[in-house]
């Protein structure tokens, strides 16, 4: 590459470069979220705040809380095909494929369609979060980035992941979050290697972000989103031992809760894939459908209900509870416990029972009729709704509990189970609250919920879409998985034997007779000397005239070692790697001369499958 040797005269090996252009990526993506962030907020305030004292939104024109979503898949539809001309924009899923096949090839326009569509989506209504978005712009920059500086295609995967770290840290202002998300979800990886940029990038994001935001407002500060009062956080109780079944339960029921995401998205998304109607319509049709439900929650719960214009005051939220990302919704659900006080329990009991219900449905709809938007914010709204209900289900049975408390480890607890990053989840609940009393119970309910979910259905939100693209998804225990073989589980073939002071020529027979190429050397005393591989054997036969006059010895190789029957495959397929043959002799120790058989590369690939499969 022209630019690393550029850099290698200045002194820079390439691995160096990785940190400055993680350092741009993260400056980079950092004011791209500003954007994304303030562009989400105008469409919304102009469209619902605005239009909501004019039109009566809830009241005699509610029937525009139908219009303004469909509008909103409308306008994204026109926008992808006239405006970008593409098909299907960007995806969380196609980064992590990017990712493991090693390609990084992600257009940098990428960044630009999904802050405009994905703007449109949230800021219209549609029951879609930012996070998600921000992950692939963060992408597509740090594509950008690489071709500009013409990084080597090795390294693009992992310039990938600094661009979703940056994302991740500005738009939550989560950078450790970020972090873990990246290395646990989309790179898989937590090698020193990658380490490194990721954190820094992740780093410059969050501080490129403050700063932007401090020039734009200085009153108001960027903080935690969901950060607690310092009373409110002294008033929490500690996890005790009597609590802890409490939490269990609630990791079984936000497991289930997950679960039931990921199986209707993608059932959602099969349905309108398979409708007779023009792909270009069906966001709109979602809109539409989802504004229908908005209607049905308006009525039930404001007019009938409650008898007030809006459940949830305008002041509050002007959208309906479940509509865009719900961040204020989740912000008096996880901090107001006035909340679970001001009307009857029943009430309340039955209106989270239903924006939880509803948050599902929505979701599907907007993102499954092609909507753009992230999975994170309605995973953290239906953690915080069933959360809330389960406190005060423990309430009804006389339990002195909080339920904003139950609210707040249900954010963690649904998102893990969501897209089986328990770590991550962790991680982001503490920064996104600030509130480390919930670490202890946030733990227990995550590795719970995702447990439940692995059970229950095995693939993560993004693994399925994987799997169904014939995209095989490893895990961090692969490694460790291939270490706990040894070669004596896997099946021996049969050694085909030589000797050093043999002609070539009876090489040439066996290949003959059997079809095979490889072929272990051994001494007088049955001790292993070397190999003779099928490489070989045909460099040779390009000189026919010295055929006759060559010896096994002249062509075996003697660095080929023999492996005992206790290695664990992981050190073997490095074995593989290093010698670049496809069958290694077995012997009954390291030291050991005598060989039982020999161990092929497709055998211990077949055991390693099998294993995947057991161990899925």
Same mark, same amino acid.
């Given at each position: 590459?022209?630019?690393?040797?550029?850099?290698?005269?200045?002194?820079?090996?390439?691995?160096?470069?990785?940190?400055?252009?993680?350092?741009?990526?993260?400056?980079?993506?950092? *004011? /791209?979220? @500003? !954007?994304?962030?303030?562009? +989400?907020?105008?469409?919304?305030?102009? $469209?619902?705040? #605005?239009? &909501?004292?004019?039109?009566?939104?809830?009241?005699?024109?509610?029937?525009?809380?139908?219009?303004?979503?469909?509008?909103?898949?409308?306008?994204?539809?026109?926008?992808?095909?006239?405006?970008?001309?593409?098909?299907?924009?960007?995806?969380?899923?196609?980064?992590?494929?990017?990712?493991?096949?090693?390609?990084?090839?992600?257009?940098?326009?990428?960044?630009?369609?999904?802050?405009?569509?994905?703007?449109?989506?949230?800021?219209?209504?549609?029951?879609?979060?930012?996070?998600?978005?921000?992950?692939?712009?963060?992408?597509?920059? *740090? /594509?950008? @980035? !690489?071709?500009?500086?013409? +990084?080597?295609?090795?390294?693009?995967? $992992?310039?990938? #992941?600094? &661009?979703?770290?940056?994302?991740?840290?500005?738009?939550?202002?989560?950078?450790?979050?970020?972090?873990?998300?990246?290395?646990?979800?989309?790179?898989?990886?937590?090698?020193?290697?990658?380490?490194?940029?990721?954190?820094?990038?992740?780093?410059?994001?969050?501080?490129?972000?403050?700063?932007?935001?401090?020039?734009?407002?200085?009153?108001?500060?960027?903080?935690?989103?969901?950060?607690?009062?310092?009373?409110?956080?002294?008033?929490?109780?500690?996890?005790?031992?009597?609590?802890?079944?409490?939490?269990?339960?609630?990791?079984?029921?936000?497991?289930?809760?997950?679960?039931?995401?990921?199986?209707?998205?993608?059932?959602?998304?099969?349905?309108?894939?398979?409708?007779?109607?023009?792909?270009?319509?069906?966001?709109?049709?979602?809109?539409?459908?989802?504004?229908?439900?908005?209607?049905?929650?308006?009525?039930?719960?404001?007019?009938?209900?409650?008898?007030?214009?809006?459940?949830?005051?305008?002041?509050?939220?002007?959208?309906?509870?479940?509509?865009?990302?719900?961040?204020?919704?989740?912000?008096?659900?996880?901090?107001?416990?006035?909340?679970?006080?001001?009307?009857?329990?029943?009430?309340?009991?039955?209106?989270?029972?239903?924006?939880?219900?509803?948050?599902?449905?929505?979701?599907?709809?907007?993102?499954?009729?092609?909507?753009?938007?992230?999975?994170?914010?309605?995973?953290?709204?239906?953690?915080?709704?069933?959360?809330?209900?389960?406190?005060?289900?423990?309430?009804?049975?006389?339990?002195?509990?909080?339920?904003?408390?139950?609210?707040?480890?249900?954010?963690?607890?649904?998102?893990?189970?969501?897209?089986?990053?328990?770590?991550?989840?962790?991680?982001?609940?503490?920064?996104?609250?600030?509130?480390?009393?919930?670490?202890?119970?946030?733990?227990?309910?995550?590795?719970?919920?995702?447990?439940?979910?692995?059970?229950?259905?095995?693939?993560?939100?993004?693994?399925?879409?994987?799997?169904?693209?014939?995209?095989?998804?490893?895990?961090?225990?692969?490694?460790?998985?291939?270490?706990?073989?040894?070669?004596?589980?896997?099946?021996?073939?049969?050694?085909?034997?030589?000797?050093?002071?043999?002609?070539?020529?009876?090489?040439?027979?066996?290949?003959?007779?059997?079809?095979?190429?490889?072929?272990?050397?051994?001494?007088?005393?049955?001790?292993?000397?070397?190999?003779?591989?099928?490489?070989?054997?045909?460099?040779?036969?390009?000189?026919?005239?010295?055929?006759?006059?060559?010896?096994?010895?002249?062509?075996?190789?003697?660095?080929?070692?023999?492996?005992?029957?206790?290695?664990?495959?992981?050190?073997?397929?490095?074995?593989?790697?290093?010698?670049?043959?496809?069958?290694?002799?077995?012997?009954?120790?390291?030291?050991?001369?005598?060989?039982?058989?020999?161990?092929?590369?497709?055998?211990?690939?077949?055991?390693?499958?099998?294993?995947?499969?057991?161990?899925?």
């Amino acid at each position: 590459m022209a630019f690393g040797r550029g850099m290698g005269r200045l002194g820079l090996r390439e691995d160096s470069f990785l940190l400055l252009a993680a350092v741009l990526i993260g400056v980079v993506t950092a *004011a /791209a979220a @500003v !954007g994304f962030h303030q562009l +989400i907020d105008f469409i919304r305030d102009h $469209l619902y705040r #605005g239009l &909501g004292p004019r039109v009566s939104l809830y009241g005699k024109g509610i029937v525009v809380l139908v219009v303004l979503p469909a509008a909103g898949g409308l306008a994204v539809s026109l926008v992808s095909r006239y405006v970008f001309r593409i098909r299907q924009g960007l995806s969380v899923v196609d980064v992590i494929e990017s990712v493991i096949r090693s390609r990084g090839q992600i257009s940098p326009v990428s960044a630009a369609e999904k802050i405009l569509t994905s703007a449109i989506t949230i800021g219209s209504g549609g029951s879609a979060g930012a996070e998600g978005p921000i992950v692939q712009i963060g992408a597509g920059i *740090a /594509a950008g @980035v !690489g071709q500009l500086f013409r +990084i080597a295609r090795e390294h693009m995967p $992992l310039l990938i #992941g600094c &661009g979703s770290a940056a994302g991740i840290s500005a738009i939550f202002n989560a950078p450790i979050g970020g972090v873990l998300f990246t290395l646990e979800v989309i790179l898989l990886d937590f090698s020193v290697r990658t380490f490194g940029p990721v954190v820094l990038a992740s780093v410059m994001a969050n501080v490129t972000t403050k700063t932007i935001f401090g020039w734009l407002d200085p009153a108001h500060p960027y903080g935690a989103i969901f950060a607690l009062g310092q009373q409110e956080v002294l008033s929490q109780a500690e996890l005790s031992l009597s609590h802890v079944g409490n939490f269990v339960v609630l990791g079984v029921m936000c497991g289930l809760v997950g679960v039931g995401l990921t199986r209707l998205m993608y059932f959602a998304e099969e349905r309108f894939a398979k409708l007779k109607l023009a792909k270009f319509w069906r966001p709109a049709l979602g809109g539409a459908m989802l504004g229908l439900l908005g209607v049905i929650y308006v009525v039930m719960f404001g007019w009938w209900l409650l008898d007030r214009p809006k459940p949830v005051d305008f002041a509050v939220y002007p959208l309906p509870a479940f509509f865009s990302d719900g961040y204020p919704i989740i912000r008096q659900l996880v901090s107001d416990s006035s909340f679970y006080r001001g009307n009857a329990k029943q009430h309340v009991m039955l209106l989270l029972a239903f924006l939880c219900l509803a948050k599902i449905v929505g979701t599907c709809l907007t993102l499954g009729s092609g909507g753009s938007g992230g999975i994170i914010a309605p995973s953290l709204f239906l953690g915080a709704t069933a959360g809330g209900f389960l406190g005060m289900i423990l309430r009804i049975f006389g339990l002195e509990v909080q339920p904003n408390a139950y609210a707040l480890v249900g954010m963690g607890a649904v998102l893990a189970a969501v897209v089986h990053a328990p770590l991550a989840s962790i991680l982001i609940l503490l920064e996104l609250t600030q509130d480390h009393k919930i670490i202890l119970p946030a733990m227990l309910a995550t590795v719970i919920a995702t447990g439940v979910a692995r059970l229950i259905f095995r693939d993560s939100i993004y693994t399925l879409s994987l799997r169904l693209r014939g995209v095989r998804v490893g895990t961090l225990s692969d490694l460790s998985l291939l270490r706990r073989l040894t070669v004596e589980q896997v099946p021996l073939e049969p050694a085909m034997v030589v000797r050093p002071d043999d002609p070539f020529q009876a090489i040439l027979d066996l290949c003959d007779r059997t079809g095979r190429n490889e072929y272990v050397v051994i001494d007088g005393k049955q001790r292993y000397v070397g190999m003779v591989v099928g490489e070989d054997i045909q460099t040779a036969l390009l000189q026919r005239e010295a055929v006759p006059l060559l010896l096994v010895r002249d062509l075996m190789r003697a660095s080929v070692p023999a492996v005992p029957t206790g290695e664990d495959l992981a050190s073997v397929l490095d074995v593989f790697a290093t010698c670049n043959v496809d069958h290694l002799p077995v012997s009954t120790s390291r030291n050991s001369g005598n060989v039982l058989g020999v161990i092929s590369r497709s055998a211990l690939m077949k055991r390693y499958q099998k294993a995947l499969e057991e161990n899925t």
